[in-house]
């Protein structure tokens, strides 16, 4: 059995485990390496640059039939849309003060926030509902993955 996130995911798409949130966004390679770089949030003009690289490499993995990197480029979706709401409602995007307490979430702690998340929200809504990416994704959990390549856990 491979170790932790050591594999090559294009190489073995089949050691790659869906799941709806964000879970391996950073370490499932090389989506990582390839993604991460277009992935910005600052703000509204940072989420529309970033949401137009991950829109074109979406494109070409689509184009790949490469469900693994299309699903990457959803997990960076998602993951803009919950950092830049984060920032939107929590000045700093401190969420927990210092004693480990949940802050109470401000409406708009940071305006620019907001709109770079409402950016990432809308692109994520249409990736999810491109019919290719709902027929490759049920064609990879049809299929399954081989629980003895895969590090994704539960």
Do not use: S
């Given at each position: 059995m491979a170790g932790e996130y050591d594999l090559d995911f294009r190489v073995h798409p089949e050691a790659y485990r869906y799941r709806s949130g964000e879970q391996g966004v950073f370490k499932v390679q090389p989506y990582k390496d390839e993604l991460l770089p277009d992935w910005g949030f600052k703000d509204e003009a940072a989420a529309e640059a970033s949401v137009g690289a991950l829109r074109e490499t979406y494109r070409a993995y689509r184009d790949q039939k490469d469900f693994v990197g299309m699903d990457?480029?959803?997990?960076?979706?998602?993951?803009?849309?919950?950092?830049?709401?984060?920032?939107?409602?929590?000045?700093?995007?401190?969420?927990?003060?210092?004693?480990?307490?949940?802050?109470?979430?401000?409406?708009?702690?940071?305006?620019?926030?907001?709109?770079?998340?409402?950016?990432?929200?809308?692109?994520?809504?249409?990736?999810?509902?491109?019919?290719?990416?709902?027929?490759?994704?049920?064609?990879?959990?049809?299929?399954?993955?081989?629980?003895?390549l895969s590090p994704m856990v539960d």
């Open positions: 990457m480029v959803r997990k960076y979706l998602q993951m803009g849309f919950t950092r830049a709401m984060r920032y939107a409602k929590y000045p700093g995007g401190q969420k927990y003060d210092e004693d480990g307490v949940e802050r109470d979430p401000q409406q708009w702690a940071d305006a620019e926030k907001r709109a770079a998340a409402v950016v990432f929200r809308d692109a994520w809504q249409a990736l999810t509902d491109d019919p290719a990416y709902q027929r490759l994704k049920e064609r990879h959990q049809d299929e399954g993955y081989d629980p003895d």
